[in-house]
């Protein structure tokens, strides 16, 4: 690809980005709550959750349910056992996002999947929806590194190994995880509408884009191309 091209290369979140999880992770949190005793969640709540990490959701989970501190252990692996059986059965590819990434690899854009979600997980979810030729070898989760999102690490590691400059990058995400790491980064961020963003307005957050649909995105990037008519 020219390196006049803007945009090289397009990092992508996953939960709440490509794909729709929320019934996972409501399924396997209710399975692990109701295994110690507790009662289920409501997925509104169980949204406000994600996008920061399996720790995170276990201890706001573990917080709902009053339970004390020394039960975090139980509760992590019961979720990462409960996930783990169902990942990918509750859950819908959000509409727009095959076709955009069979639009991007077509034209040479260098595609990397960074995410929060455990790379084992990860990588079984885009396999399962038909999404993982996309990215190949080039996903990164929550466990892969030292740091992980709002962080600037995952990207910069993705950026790198995928031979692209962070200023020629743009990350794709939904929350403010994904904003601060693309700020911290040095790179651009465009941010969707439909995911997780903790319970606050997407719109509040920095970003070059904020689109509710897959097609504004892809429609963005053909416009930010050198050359390319307004």
């Not at 979140?13 to 009662?39: P, Y």
């Not at 709902?64 to 019961?78: Q, T």
């Not at 056992?81 to 959000?94: D, K, L, R, V, W």
């Not at 651009?188 to 920095?206: F, Q, R, T, V």
Request: hydrophobic letters at 45%; proline letters at 5%; charged letters at 20%.
């Amino acid at each position: 690809m020219s390196a006049t091209v803007r945009y090289q290369a397009v990092l992508l979140d996953l939960d709440g980005t490509m794909v729709d999880t929320i019934g996972d992770f409501v399924v396997a949190m209710n399975n692990t709550l109701q295994a110690v005793g507790c009662d289920g969640v409501p997925g509104e709540i169980v949204r406000t959750w994600v996008g920061r990490g399996g720790p995170h959701l276990i201890n706001e989970a573990r917080l709902h349910a009053g339970l004390p501190e020394s039960d975090l252990e139980v509760l992590r692996v019961g979720f990462y056992a409960h996930y783990g059986a169902i990942n990918g059965q509750h859950s819908e590819t959000f509409p727009g996002v095959d076709a955009g990434l069979a639009y991007w690899q077509d034209r040479g854009v260098r595609l990397a999947c960074v995410t929060n979600k455990p790379e084992a997980h990860a990588r079984a979810l885009l396999k399962l929806k038909g999404l993982d030729a996309y990215f190949g070898d080039f996903v990164w989760g929550g466990d892969s590194l030292a740091e992980r999102k709002p962080h600037a690490l995952p990207l910069q590691t993705a950026c790198a190994a995928l031979g692209v400059p962070a200023a020629q990058s743009l990350m794709v995400g939904d929350s403010h995880t994904d904003a601060h790491a693309a700020l911290a980064a040095g790179m651009d961020a465009a941010l969707l509408s439909w995911g997780y963003n903790h319970g606050a307005p997407i719109h509040d957050l920095p970003a070059v884009l904020h689109a509710d649909d897959f097609e504004t995105l892809v429609s963005f990037w053909e416009k930010a191309q050198p050359g390319a008519r307004a």
